[in-house]
T-cell receptor, first 113, second 115 residues
Framework: AQSVTQLDSQVPVFEEAPVELRCNYS??????LFWYVQYPNQGLQLLLK??????LVKGINGFEAEFNKSQTSFHLRKPSVHISDTAEYFC???????????FGKGTMLLVSP | EAGVTQFPSHSVIEKGQTVTLRCDPI?????LYWYRRVMGKEIKFLLH????????ESGMPNNRFLAERTGGTYSTLKVQPAELEDSGVYFC?????????????FGEGSRLTVL
């Protein structure tokens, strides 16, 4: 069975600073990788995805993530955050050929002025 | 285009009572999913419909939970009788067949509190 680990439950950061949210996964077979974001009082929204090809993927709102197969990681990064990026971020995986997602526990990104 | 809508947004019931949650997926999305997040834990898969058929219900916790999708449109998730551990946020998501796997559109969730 696959699993996802997001070690940081909260990441506080100042506005305009860079941020990295960590995600590691465990699976005996190949997986697809996703980051979802949940803004306050909203549903989850797909931020970016890795299916195949280039290991560096770009998403919405200036976020990007890099797939590292040897380290089984898919860390999310943004070079300069805004107050509006305050939200909870979820890393997720799905097995190839399946659409069901396995989520991590989420990381709350808190951006302050 | 309307997104995934869920009703009610919040429900408070007592242990032993029944609650029915409803999800209206995006029009034309054959795939409908239910997920649940218990406080402090991961968002966990409950089940997956393709049209009106249950494709995968491996995540349903026990037989107190009953999901239906009559006619392949909206879906309901009934909990009967509710227990304290059923408290959490229930998310519904939908996906159009043929698009990238894992690219789900989520509703805002129904928060269930069992007292």
């Amino acid at each position: 069975a696959q699993s996802v680990t997001q070690l940081d439950s909260q990441v506080p950061v100042f506005e305009e600073a860079p941020v990295e949210l960590r995600c590691n996964y465990s699976s005996s077979v190949s997986v697809y990788l996703f980051w979802y974001v949940q803004y306050p009082n909203q549903g989850l929204q797909l931020l970016l995805k890795y299916l195949s090809g280039s290991t560096l993927v770009k998403g919405i709102n200036g976020f990007e993530a890099e797939f590292n197969k040897s380290q089984t990681s898919f860390h999310l990064r943004k070079p300069s955050v805004h107050i509006s990026d305050t939200a909870e971020y979820f890393c997720a995986v799905s097995l190839l050929g399946y659409s069901t997602l396995t989520f991590g526990k989420g990381t709350m990104l808190l951006v302050s002025p | 285009e309307a997104g995934v809508t869920q009703f009610p947004s919040h429900s408070v019931i007592e242990k032993g009572q029944t609650v029915t949650l409803r999800c209206d997926p995006i029009s034309g999305h054959d795939n409908l999913y239910w997920y649940r997040r218990v406080m402090g834990k991961e968002i966990k898969f409950l089940l997956h419909f393709v049209k009106e058929s249950k494709q995968d219900e491996s995540g349903m916790p026990n037989n107190r939970f009953l999901a239906e999708r009559t006619g392949g449109t909206y879906s309901t998730l009934k909990v009967q009788p509710a227990e304290l551990e059923d408290s959490g946020v229930y998310f519904c998501a939908s996906r159009k067949t043929g698009v990238s796997p894992g690219e789900l559109f989520f509703g805002e969730g129904s928060r269930l509190t069992v007292l």
